[in-house]
């Protein structure tokens, strides 16, 4: 098996570029009608991914009789909410220790556990909703697979210890416990989060399109929003699909507007250096006999990684898949968002050697799917939710490609704040979180480029040294902005 991770597999060259969770939708995504003219409303919301169909959802539950409507470039669900991992996780990529300086380790550890019951609101909705996400929480279990990284698991759970986790939330694992999890190659031991769920992400966006839908919430899709001030979204002539509209340009006016557009915000007039887009590229094996997961683990299906620096993240679906995706060379020059990229086959290539090398199990199994897709990350890397009732300018995201859970909480907080209910969630330390702008050209280039190049050397001397690289993490620290 380990000479099979050396060579490429030939299914690689045939397998679909389209999302794997898009692709096997039955019947297909068909996009709705886009606007047609100017429209007032009482709520607009620029973005039909998880961030703005949350908020509609909780928003339409506290305040039935609002106008609100969701505006969306492609269809709900097109961008990060429908090509993910699928990780409901109950973590924010902000550490605590950031959310405990901007306000006290007891609010810190309130916002914490805010996301992890947000791992758990999101299953109550969909069976409320009747909407069939194959969600299942079974954790998520991370193995460290060399000295150095299993130091870090050590110098984690000391942390969250301190910060009054409890063994069911979060547990260090030896090395036999791990394996039972993830038979992966080379552990040393683990640790398993508890709030944590999988999910098929696409059916999930889509599934809470149609309930806000039915809830009254207007849906246009195909509608290019190229703007967001003065109380109005400005919508481009055209659709996204190049379909004219009978009237040319025109407006969506409301008193609130809401920007839940994630990396997709550079394309909104004047905000290009507000979110960093970067990609995040996956593949998916063919469905494997059961025998297989009995050497694997994964019995109760927990999404999976191991501990290197650069983010590796795995599932196994309901059909028995593994879908498995790491970060690799993710930054476009002057933040561009290209389609072409989300197909990179030699990134493809790297990924399916690091799975192939971390569960050689699954070296032999064809690859049906490879794609990719962009992820939004703020300049101090902590994901928030910003809402001034003044303006009526509401924008929420930045949860750097860990947002499926975060989104939930998110949404439903952005909702409370608009229909200006004083919850446990609205003065959660996260509220009111801004950034500055990242660099200008070329310096962020050059800073990304710069980190995750550091960040992959890192984590290669380390499996080949067995000693930690400390100087070099803590470089590319920096230049990621040092949270």
């Known amino acids: 098996m380990a000479a099979a991770a050396d060579s490429d597999p030939w299914s690689l060259e045939t397998a679909s570029t389209a999302p794997l969770w898009i692709d096997r939708l039955d019947p297909p995504v068909v996009a709705r009608a886009g606007i047609d003219g100017d429209l007032d409303v009482d709520v607009a919301i620029v973005g039909g991914g998880f961030s703005g169909l949350w908020t509609a959802y909780y928003l339409k539950r506290l305040e039935p009789a609002l106008h609100v409507a969701v505006l969306e470039r492609h ?106 999890q993830l038979n992966a190659t080379g552990v040393r031991s683990g640790i398993l989060l508890g709030p944590s769920a999988v999910v098929d992400p696409a059916r999930l966006a889509l599934g809470l399109a149609c309930a806000v839908e039915e809830a009254g919430v207007e849906i246009y899709e195909q509608t290019r929003a190229t703007g967001a001030d003065g109380g109005a979204v400005q919508i481009a002539a055209e659709g996204a699909r190049g379909s004219p509209m009978s009237r040319g340009r025109c407006e969506v006016r409301a008193p609130v507007i809401v920007r ?13 250096r507000d979110i960093l887009p970067v990609y995040s590229r996956m593949i998916a094996t063919e469905p494997l006999p059961e025998a297989v997961f009995d050497d694997i683990g994964l019995a109760n299906r927990p999404s999976f990684a191991d501990d290197r620096r650069m983010v590796t993240y795995g599932q196994r679906t309901a059909d028995n898949r593994i879908a498995f995706g790491a970060t690799g060379a993710p930054y476009s020059f002057g933040s561009r968002i290209v389609p072409a990229a989300e197909a990179h086959l030699p990134m493809h290539r790297r990924i399916w050697r690091v799975l192939a090398e971390m569960l050689p199990q699954v070296a032999d199994a064809r690859i049906t799917h490879r794609w990719g897709g962009v992820l939004g990350i703020p300049r101090n890397w902590l994901p928030g939710v910003r809402f001034d009732p003044r303006t009526g300018e509401g924008v929420l995201g930045g949860y750097v490609g860990e947002g499926v859970a975060a989104s939930n909480l998110a949404g439903r907080t952005m909702a409370e704040l608009i229909a200006e209910r004083d919850t446990e969630r609205t003065s959660l330390p996260w509220v009111g979180v801004s950034s500055r702008r990242w660099e200008p050209e070329p310096l962020r280039w050059l800073g990304v480029r710069a980190s995750r190049a550091l960040l992959g050397a890192a984590d290669q001397r380390e499996l080949r040294s067995d000693r930690p690289e400390r100087l070099m993490s803590g470089v590319a620290r920096l230049l990621r902005g040092g949270h």
């Open 75 to 180: 269809h709900c669900g097109f961008g990060a909410s429908g090509r993910n991992g699928g990780w409901a996780v109950g973590e924010l990529a902000g550490s605590v220790a950031d959310y405990a300086r901007r306000s006290s380790p007891t609010e810190s550890r309130r916002l914490v556990r805010a996301v992890f019951d947000a791992v758990d609101e999101i299953g109550r909705v969909a069976a409320a909703e009747g909407i069939d996400c194959d969600y299942a929480k079974g954790g998520t279990i991370r193995v460290a697979r060399t000295s150095p990284q299993a130091e870090r698991q050590i110098a984690e759970m000391a942390e969250a210890r301190s910060f009054g986790l409890t063994e069911d939330e979060i547990r260090l694992l030896d090395a036999e416990e791990a394996r039972e």
């Open 260 to 272: 839940a557009t994630e990396a997709y915000t550079r394309d909104l007039q004047g905000l290009r």
